[in-house]
């Protein structure tokens, strides 16, 4: 089975910190990708990475950055934490190669800026 | 932008009923997608439906997909309580979108003993 590891599951930070969230998956998948989940809103694409050194903005980038050296692990990067950026966030992978594919996801970090 | 809406958003019934929720979209598409999370958790891909599949089963799980109406739904026969959980459909966003999908806000379903 795929195994997507998000680092922490719960995180407390200050406003204006440099916050970063990591995510790890296990089976050589291409695509990775960062999302927020808010009640009522779903889940909102914030970035996305398609291979190493690769990245594509999501839905909702703005305040946030991504960073993925390895195919591996993929990480979300808060420039400077503000406390609208208090959610849920979500990793997930998927293999790549065709859009018709499942994407397995991470149990999720909620983080609080306070 | 947000492209599934699912229908209703919480619905509450009783073990051994069946339910159906229900997903409507904008745009064309190459597949839509059902997912599910429990309380606190991450999602788990329940099915995928392509858009010149009409019908998909998997085990009590039951989509239906109109590409006419632009809209899916999912049945879960014969509920229990551990089906109590959120919801989502998904749908994919056309050619060039890599596999970046949009999500509705879900639909909670509460299965009481």
């Known amino acids: 089975d795929v195994k997507v590891t998000q680092s922490s599951r719960y995180l407390v930070k200050r406003t204006g910190e440099k916050v970063f969230l990591e995510c790890v998956q296990d089976?050589?998948?291409?695509?990775m990708f960062w999302y927020r989940q808010d009640p009522g809103l779903g889940l909102r694409l914030i970035y996305f990475?398609?291979?190493?050194?690769?990245?594509e903005k999501g839905d909702i980038p703005e305040g946030y950055s991504v960073s993925r050296e390895k195919k591996e692990r993929f990480s979300l990067i808060l420039e400077s934490a503000s406390t609208n950026q208090t959610s849920m966030y979500l990793c997930?992978?998927?293999?790549?190669?065709?859009?018709?594919?499942?994407?397995?996801f991470g149990d999720g970090t909620r983080l609080s800026i306070l | 932008s947000q492209q599934g809406e699912e229908d209703p958003q919480a619905l509450s019934i009783q073990e051994g009923e069946n339910a159906t929720m229900n997903c409507s979209y904008k745009?064309?598409?190459?597949?839509l997608q059902w997912y599910r999370q429990n309380s606190g958790r991450g999602l788990v891909h329940l099915i995928l439906?392509?858009?010149?599949?009409r019908e998909k089963h998997s085990g009590r799980l039951r989509v239906t997909l109109d590409t006419s109406k632009k809209s899916s739904s999912l049945l879960i026969t014969a509920s229990r309580a551990a089906d109590t959980a959120s919801y989502f459909c998904?749908?994919?966003?056309?050619?060039?979108?890599?596999?970046?999908?949009?999500f509705g806000a879900g639909t909670r379903l509460a299965v009481h003993p």
């Open positions: 997930a992978s998927d293999r790549g190669s065709t859009i018709n594919q499942p994407q397995h």
């Open positions: 089976m050589d998948h291409e695509n």
């Open positions: 990475s398609y291979d190493v050194k690769m990245k």
């Open positions: 745009t064309s598409i190459n597949n």
């Open positions: 439906i392509r858009s010149n599949e």
């Open positions: 998904a749908t994919d966003r056309g050619p060039g979108g890599y596999n970046k999908l949009i």
